[in-house]
T-cell receptor
Framework: GAGVSQSPSNKVTEKGKDVELRCDPI?????LYWYRQSLGQGLEFLIY????????KSGLPSDRFSAERTGGSVSTLTIQRTQQEDSAVYLC??????????FGPGTRLLVL | AQTVTQSQPEMSVQEAETVTLSCTYD???????LFWYKQPPSRQMILVIR??????QNATENRFSVNFQKAAKSFSLKISDSQLGDTAMYFC???????????FGKGITLSVRP
């Protein structure tokens, strides 16, 4: 079956603009995660959705970051007023069993 | 809080040889899971192998096997008969149901030489 998909693959934006990153999880997976991968910080957890429960937002670095998951499937990560330090690869993962996560190809974000 | 340490930033191995990648972790949890993920230049994070902490038997997936030493909190990955396609960054990761997220090590860059 299809894996996790993410779009766009690459995004270049200007400082101060808003961006939206999309994630389509594997069909039937109830859990969805966003991680950020940057050179200086490695892989960091951002946010976690499980079914209809309130998301775990404990990893979001600032209030400029938000995410939603519609209908228990597709998720959008929004970064408002982007800064240069937001440049990174944003990875989405989904799982049916909580502990095994399958990743998408990521979105590389470059803020100029 | 959980921590995962991969102290070797990079390694190199000759094709067809065996290589071992090291990982140590720290946790106060008794029930958890450990993973090795591979990230080739395409940046797709690929699951290599998984180990449940309650299982004493080391996990094996074809050419990949782990040496899980729970008391020492060590979780190394052995790659046998290395292939050029094994060239990638490898991440060790830890999961516990207490916080439902993966905690990753810094990763190690593995190069397989022809």
């Amino acid at each position: 079956g299809a894996g996790v998909s993410q779009s766009p693959s690459n995004k270049v934006t200007e400082k101060g603009k808003d961006v939206e990153l999309r994630c389509d999880p594997i069909s039937g997976h109830t859990a969805l995660y966003w991680y950020r991968q940057s050179l200086g910080q490695g892989l960091e957890f951002l946010i976690y959705f499980q079914g209809n429960s309130a998301p775990d937002k404990s990893g979001l670095p600032s209030d400029r970051f938000s995410a939603e998951r519609t209908g228990g499937s597709v998720s959008t990560l929004t970064i408002q007023r982007t800064q240069q330090e937001d440049s990174a690869v944003y990875l989405c993962a989904s799982s049916s069993r909580f502990e095994t996560q399958y990743f998408g190809p990521g979105t590389r974000l470059l803020v100029l | 809080a959980q921590t995962v340490t991969q102290s070797q930033p990079e390694m190199s191995v000759q094709e067809a040889e065996t290589v071992t990648l090291s990982c140590t972790y720290d946790t106060s949890e008794s029930n958890y899971y450990l993973f090795w993920y591979k990230q080739p230049p395409s940046r797709q994070m690929i699951l290599v192998i998984r180990q449940e902490a309650y299982k004493q038997q080391n996990a094996t997936e074809n050419r990949f096997s782990v040496n899980f030493q729970k008391a020492a909190k060590s979780f190394s990955l052995k790659i046998s008969d290395s292939q050029l396609g094994d060239t990638a960054m490898y991440f060790c990761a830890f999961y516990t149901g207490a916080n439902s997220k993966l905690t990753f090590g810094k990763g190690i860059t593995l190069s397989v030489r022809p």
